[in-house]
């Protein structure tokens, strides 16, 4: 839990600097890049939450794994190392994420089908959440065969579900009563 606020502590702090500095889509980009590197490379996401490895390791290979990124990214960087709070890494590039698209008024948007989304149905998808949100949307698809058919909407807290396994435990409830 401190963490998670640590963590939105640290984001806050980056999107104010990268907005001040007239560089947020760069720094974007960047904590783009570094969140999903570290979802897609378990020895790195291990390496960072490893406790045995001294901070100065960690900062100097992220520095080089990340050599490309702005000088912002790096400050971060050093500030986890004088801090010694590499840990908390992942949840600072999710959080800004989080704030960076509330702040461009982008919205993510979960849909959940047990097949893949083709464009039509994408764009009825987008259509309807319109009517909901003023925001941008960003469609994301979740395949999961478990749901059978039908959908999952989710969108921020709020979550729709047309799922037919969701119906299917619905008249099973109904009829055991």
């Known amino acids: 839990m401190s963490g998670t606020r640590a963590a939105i502590r640290y984001a806050k702090a980056f999107l104010d600097l990268a907005i001040s500095a007239g560089n947020e889509q760069e720094v974007y980009k960047d904590m783009a890049l570094i969140s999903s590197t570290i979802k897609g490379n378990e020895e790195l996401n291990n390496f960072i939450q490893n406790p045995t490895i001294s901070v100065s390791v960690k900062e100097s290979a992220l520095t080089?794994?990340?050599?490309?990124?702005?000088?912002l990214i790096k400050s971060l960087f050093r500030l986890l190392f004088e801090n010694k709070r590499f840990e908390i890494l992942e949840e600072i590039v999710s959080q800004y994420i989080a704030l960076s698209d509330e702040s461009n008024c982008l919205q993510l948007v979960k849909v959940t089908t047990a097949t893949p989304m083709d464009s039509a149905l994408?764009?009825?998808v987008s259509a309807k959440i319109k009517e909901f949100s003023d925001k941008k949307i960003t469609i994301v698809n979740i395949i999961?065969?478990?749901i059978i058919g039908g959908f999952i909407l989710r969108i921020g807290d709020k979550q729709y579900n047309a799922?037919?396994?969701?119906?299917?435990?619905?008249l099973k409830k109904e009829l055991s009563n």
């Open 64 to 71: 080089e794994v990340f050599a490309n990124t702005t000088g």
């Open 144 to 146: 999961d065969p478990s």
């Open 122 to 124: 994408e764009a009825k």
């Open 163 to 170: 799922s037919l396994a969701n119906s299917l435990q619905v």
